[in-house]
């Protein structure tokens, strides 16, 4: 007979394990909950959502706002079956396999695997639910790093229906090592090359399964950027099969407005619109990578009757100095297609601001005017002008300049910005310049960078068709209709 020390250890014992199966319990409910606490911000909303109708998707946010959240959750999603109810986006009604790929073994094992496991090996305290986790296989080489997990999946009924496994890669090596298996779904937390990419993409073609790819844009307009952004990219079937979302610091809400604005403060300011709105920087070599006969049109051949007379015209004025360039130049907008159309230009230095203005004035006292922000500076050209404006004394001399300084109807002004909605309209051929003007195609093929700095050199045009970008909202329409009155294949404007 057992004395009673052995059965108050026994009892114990039973208590422990016990308490020990609550634990386990508590944690796996507490880890599920995860997944059940995550409540999308609209961006991130609108991500998930496209996966609907768009096979390969780009996340584009600045650090620390939620895109790797967001792609890990969707792949915690497709592996269990268990989606939200307010899930719209693409799903999987069977076990699936998949990659979530990062840089390096370490920064895949730091990021895509913290997100969907936990770190080191707190198994289960990440997207993919504690309770539905059954294998974890180390990989070699790097410590800590996981080679793949075996994933409980569910059907609608909340059933479960058979294994998925996800596998943890990385394209440092380059896209030798990632040939020949056959996956339903990829998910690239930070940007690969674009080989990468594409032989990552000929993985899924067998069941034509997603891929999505989530970073901060800070390697600029490359080519998997392009690859995006650029809508003449179609499938088979003539449907674009690519989407992108950016998210800026100010759609999220984990930050106070003071810490956005500390955080926001504390970037180079190069990279600020990168990393706090998720716009990428347009990098080294040309700004606009666009093959010029696409933006060309023939101005008396398409419109030889004159511009439509709902068409709304507007300028924009680029201010120079003395012995640097004043530039202006004159679009016709296209509301219903949303397509700009540049139609004149003009660009001239050591003349006087009178002059600048008169030549302004040429091409139509009521087309409003847009400047950029210099124009609220004080001018010290004479004695009677000092303490003056430069807006006011273009408007004093008949230039219909509008009230406020070029920005979007949002009160956004960046370069970055302006410059990412010209090559948007340039790739998509929303933003057509006559081919007579050569000046402005000359700007063109020399606008760059260097350092990721925007050269600051023969750029008085591109300057100026931000601005009426910008603007296009200020356009105005002539009721009786509107002809240029340039002379076709010929410039009347001067740089001396």
């Not at 959750?73 to 939200?84: A, F, I, K, N, W």
């Not at 998210?247 to 106070?256: D, K």
């Not at 001239?348 to 847009?370: E, F, L, Q, Y």
């Not at 909202?473 to 340039?486: H, L, M, Q």
């Amino acid at each position: 007979m057992p004395s009673r020390e052995a059965i108050d250890r026994k009892s114990r014992a039973e208590d422990l394990v016990s308490l020990e199966g609550l634990f386990q319990s508590l944690r796996a409910k507490s880890v599920r909950n995860i997944a059940q606490r995550y409540k999308p911000y609209n961006k991130q909303l609108a991500f998930h959502a496209m996966g609907s109708h768009k096979r390969e998707r780009l996340f584009m946010a600045g650090n620390q706002l939620g895109k790797t959240l967001a792609g890990g959750m969707e792949m915690s999603y497709h592996l269990t079956g268990r989606y939200p109810d307010w899930w719209d986006g693409c799903r999987f009604d069977r076990p699936i396999v998949a990659w979530a790929l990062g840089v390096s073994g370490e920064s895949t094992r730091d990021n895509p695997q913290r997100i969907l496991l936990g770190r080191g090996r707190d198994y289960g305290k990440g997207t993919i639910p504690g309770d539905t986790l059954d294998h974890v296989q180390l990989a070699r080489g790097v410590a800590d790093l996981v080679d793949y997990v075996k994933v409980r999946h569910f059907n609608a009924a909340g059933e479960f229906d058979g294994w998925s496994y996800l596998y943890f890669k990385f394209y440092e090596k380059g896209r030798e090592n990632l040939q020949g298996e056959t996956v339903d779904c990829i998910w690239f937390d930070e940007e690969p090359p674009l080989d990468v990419y594409t032989e990552c993409l000929t993985r899924t073609n067998a069941v034509r399964g997603p891929v999505w790819v989530t970073f901060t844009p800070l390697k600029g307009m490359s080519e998997v950027v392009l690859r995006f952004i650029n809508p003449k990219h179609e499938d088979a079937d003539g449907l674009e099969q690519r989407g992108t979302v950016s998210m800026e610091i100010s759609e999220v809400g984990h930050y106070s407005e003071e810490d956005k604005r500390i955080i926001v403060a504390s970037y180079p300011e190069h990279e600020r619109e990168a990393r706090e709105k998720g716009i990428p920087l347009l990098g080294s070599g040309r700004i606009f990578p666009i093959a010029e006969n696409s933006i060309r049109y023939n101005e008396h051949a398409r419109f030889a009757s004159g511009y439509p007379q709902w068409f709304k015209h507007i300028a924009a004025v680029d201010f120079g100095e003395w012995d640097h360039p004043t530039a202006c130049v004159w679009g016709a907008y296209d509301q219903e297609h949303d397509t700009v159309y540049i139609y004149h230009t003009y660009k001239r230095n050591k003349v006087s601001i009178a002059d600048h203005a008169s030549a302004i004035r040429s091409r139509g006292k009521w087309i409003p005017t847009a400047w950029p922000h210099d124009g609220l500076k004080h001018t010290t050209h004479s004695t009677q002008d000092t303490g003056k404006t430069i807006r006011s004394l273009y408007e004093r001399e008949g230039v219909k300049m509008l009230r406020e300084r070029a920005q979007y109807d949002d009160g956004e002004y960046g370069v970055e910005s302006g410059l990412m909605d010209m090559l948007s309209r340039l790739q998509s051929e929303r933003l057509l310049v006559a081919d007579h003007l050569g000046d402005w195609f000359d700007e063109f093929r020399m606008y760059h960078r260097k350092d990721g700095q925007v050269v600051k050199l023969r750029d008085d045009l591109m300057a100026a068709t931000r601005y009426l970008i910008m603007s296009l909202r200020f356009g105005r329409t002539k009721r009786s209709g509107y002809r240029s009155v340039s002379v076709h294949g010929m410039q009347d404007h001067h740089v001396i």
